[in-house]
């Protein structure tokens, strides 16, 4: 079966850096995705990896590893408003989304 | 207004109800989708539709049933819920073409369901 793996809940310190993982199986691979979700909002779109390698954009960054099914969000400089969850979502060959069950993160001051 | 739009935000129904929640779409894309969101599971695709007709419907309990009379506006009609259907229910669109490749999906904020 296809499954994605993340963290259920991260604590982090404000100011700091933290690293959230996301590792899958998937039926073939067509781009993972990273979206923002705050309590009671919309999830948001982050980021898109298709190829090896770092993307960065501002204080975010994610990494993806295809051979090892494997992909990271790094948040630098954490401030209070990026507490959130944090969803990590996989295209499969059929272009289908698969989705983890997200990664709660918690900033404290 | 801009983005995805859903109403009503918060909704409480007895299992013999029937109501709708509906979505709006101000961004020009030609799919669309329903979504349901547990707590700590991962989002369930219910419904997609392209260019207003369903190309997915996953297993969905005909309990459910969508309706996306066209590209910007699209539905969830629901009768005789059970209350493990409390969730929030999340529509999203998107647009085909994208030069990047990515499929990027814009949420609404949800419409939170609670089912007594």
């Known amino acids: 079966g296809q499954n994605i793996d993340q963290p259920t809940e991260m604590t982090a310190t404000e100011g700091a850096i933290v690293q959230i993982n996301c590792t899958y199986q998937?039926?073939?691979?067509?781009?993972l995705f990273w979206y923002q979700q705050h309590a009671g909002e919309a999830p948001t779109f982050l980021s898109y990896?298709?190829l090896d390698g770092l993307e960065e954009k501002g204080r975010f960054s994610s990494f993806l590893s295809r051979s090892k099914g494997y992909s990271y969000l790094l948040l630098k400089e954490l401030q209070m408003k990026d507490s959130a969850s944090y969803l990590c979502a996989v295209e499969d060959s059929n272009y289908q989304l698969i989705w983890g069950a997200g990664t709660k993160l918690i900033i404290k001051p | 207004e801009t983005g995805v739009t859903q109403t009503p935000r918060h909704l409480v129904m007895g299992m013999t109800n029937k109501k709708s929640l509906k979505c709006e779409q101000h961004?020009?894309?030609?799919?669309m989708y329903w979504y349901k969101q547990s707590a700590k599971k991962p989002l369930e695709l219910m419904f997609v539709y392209n260019f207003k007709e369903q190309t997915e419907n996953n297993s969905v309990p005909s309990r459910f049933s969508p309706e996306c009379p066209n590209s910007s506006h699209l539905f969830l009609h629901l009768h005789t819920l059970q209350p493990e259907d409390s969730a929030l229910y999340l529509c999203?669109?998107?647009?085909?073409?994208?030069?990047?490749?990515?499929?990027?999906?814009?949420f609404g904020a949800g419409s939170r369901l609670t089912v007594l």
């Open positions: 990896n298709v």
């Open positions: 998937t039926s073939g691979f067509n781009g």
């Open positions: 961004l020009g894309h030609n799919a």
């Open positions: 999203a669109s998107s647009q085909d073409g994208d030069p990047s490749g990515a499929n990027v999906l814009t």
